[in-house]
């Protein structure tokens, strides 16, 4: 039997950095160049929440391949007050997105699934995370995790930005293009890679294949719930709140 690979953290590190620098690309025309145009503070809120967080994402496994564990951990202690706020942030963003809604409408029914599940996606990945803090691989795998639902606020607007071609070719909702289609399917794909690479270096099932699970039916969720009547009186209350 193989010995169990431990996480390549270099790697992990790269993989991050790009993910910033992508959020910086998508975020391009809409934020960093009218910083100061912005309607008001939940967008800089969210906004700063959001880049503390990537970078941390960066900095953890920096310290610990440079075996730095006890900084490490302290940083990791600083997320438990980032990772509420980034939630908060999020969700008064969205409350405030939606009051420009008179009526929410399917479109409406699928932007709060989008946001808000994606957020359980996201909370699901980091305390799984934190519940394997002391088991290095399990922790490092489940924090790499906490990436994929964040991918779609980068991939739309790099596409409307960049690649306007490809609306095209993606479903839509009341004549909505469904633009997140694709920002789910880059991230299954890179998950369902990952699942392979794990099952066949280290027979390991029990972290990016449950990923995997969380994120499909995330995905489901957004195409699909907006549908749904217990998905409209959720989506009615919030709006109403």
């Not at 998508?26 to 008001?40: A, C, K, P, V």
């Not at 280290?202 to 972290?207: E, I, M, P, Q």
Request: hydrophobic share 50%.
């Amino acid at each position: 039997m193989k010995p169990t690979q431990s996480i390549n953290y270099r790697y992990i590190i790269i993989f991050f950095i790009v993910f910033f620098l992508c959020a910086i690309v998508g975020f391009w025309n809409s934020y960093f160049t009218r910083i100061f145009d912005q309607e008001n503070y939940r967008m800089h809120t969210h906004g700063m929440a959001l880049i503390l967080w990537l970078v941390i994402l960066i900095i953890q496994p920096y310290l610990i391949r440079t075996k730095k564990v006890r900084l490490h951990r302290t940083l990791g202690k600083f997320s438990y007050l980032l990772v509420p706020i980034l939630v908060l942030t999020t969700l008064d963003l969205l409350k405030y997105s939606l009051s420009k809604f008179e009526q929410l409408g399917s479109t409406g029914y699928f932007f709060v699934a989008l946001v808000v599940n994606a957020l359980i996606a996201y909370l699901i990945f980091y305390g799984l995370a934190i519940y394997h803090k002391r088991k290095a691989n399990i922790h490092a795998r489940y924090m790499i995790c906490t990436a994929f639902p964040m991918f779609t606020p980068i991939t739309d607007r790099i596409i409307g930005n960049y690649i306007p071609s490809l609306i095209a070719y993606v479903p839509t909702i009341d004549r909505m293009p469904v633009v997140p289609v694709i920002g789910f399917l880059m991230a299954d794909l890179m998950l369902l890679g990952l699942c392979i690479w794990d099952v066949r270096s280290n027979k390991r099932w029990n972290v990016f294949p449950l990923a995997l699970l969380v994120l499909l039916f995330y995905h489901f969720s957004v195409l699909n719930f907006y549908k749904y009547p217990f998905w409209q009186s959720f989506c009615e209350w919030f709006h109403a709140v």
